[in-house]
Antibody, heavy 120, light 111 residues
Framework: QVQLVESGGGVVQPGGSLRLSCTPSGIDFTIYGMHWVRQAPGKGLEWVAFIRFDGSYQYYSDSVKGRFTISRDNPKNTLYLQMDSLRSEDTAVYYC?????????????WGQGTLVTVSS | QSVLTQPPSASGTPGQSVTISCSGSSSNIGSNFVYWYQQIPGTAPKLLISRNNRRRSGVPDRFSGSKSGTSASLAISGLRSEDEADYYCAAWDDSLSGSYVFGSGTKVTVL
């Protein structure tokens, strides 16, 4: 079955950086786009970024554009989210999610999430 | 605030039916498929309905989705205690550079 395992979360000071990783299993990673979605404590879901299956194009939410970078290493079967210039409002559980692969980007599988806390 | 609008809460007794609405615009629901996710508190979301009305394998037929114009809805019939969760609609939005937008979420309570 499909499994997505995130890692790299933790506590970081405002202005700092953190890199999240996601390792999928049960899928051919090389043919699917991938997303990052976050959820602040007690809040709803917020889409963060999407990368095409071959890494040729990325989309970002306005709230992270210019600060976060989504990337992937297909030979290593790994998705990344590089987060720079972190702010307190970036505190959230970050989910890695698989694209459905049909038409416009949409999500059909989710990881369990990794918590990022931005605090001094 | 969320691009897609959902009621914050809905409730019913076991066996009753509940319908959750999701209102968007021509750039998201009006031109793309709607997806519905269920999130039990403390766990990751999971897909319930894809492409407006397709139940994921293993999802009970008590759950059904529909779409009309720039709005969509999720109906839960024969409400059960295990249906108590947060429900989110989502769709791709074609405006500006593109984004995947979620509804604000609806907390379903089984009384």
């Amino acid at each position: 079955q499909v499994q997505l395992v995130e890692s790299g979360g933790g506590v970081v000071q405002p202005g700092g950086s953190l890199r999240l990783s996601c390792t999928p299993s049960g899928i051919d990673f090389t043919i699917y786009g991938m997303h990052w979605v976050r959820q602040a404590p007690g809040k709803g879901l917020e889409w963060v970024a999407f990368i095409r299956f071959d890494g040729s194009y990325q989309y970002y939410s306005d709230s992270v554009k210019g600060r976060f970078t989504i990337s992937r290493d297909n030979p290593k079967n790994t998705l990344y989210l590089q987060m720079d210039s972190l702010r307190s409002e970036d505190t959230a559980v970050y989910y890695c999610a698989k694209d459905s692969g049909s038409g416009s980007p949409t999500i059909d599988y989710w990881g369990q999430g990794t918590l990022v806390t931005v605090s001094s | 605030q969320s691009v897609l609008t959902q009621p914050p809460s809905a409730s019913g007794t076991p066996g009753q039916s509940v319908t959750i609405s999701c209102s968007g615009s021509s750039s998201n629901i009006g031109s793309n498929f709607v997806y519905w996710y269920q999130q039990i508190p403390g766990t990751a979301p999971k897909l319930l309905i894809s492409r407006n009305n397709r139940r994921r394998s293993g999802v009970p037929d008590r759950f059904s989705g529909s779409k009309s114009g720039t709005s969509a809805s999720l109906a839960i019939s024969g409400l059960r205690s295990e249906d108590e969760a947060d429900y989110y609609c989502a769709a791709w939005d074609d405006s500006l550079s593109g984004s995947y937008v979620f509804g604000s979420g609806t907390k379903v309570t089984v009384l």
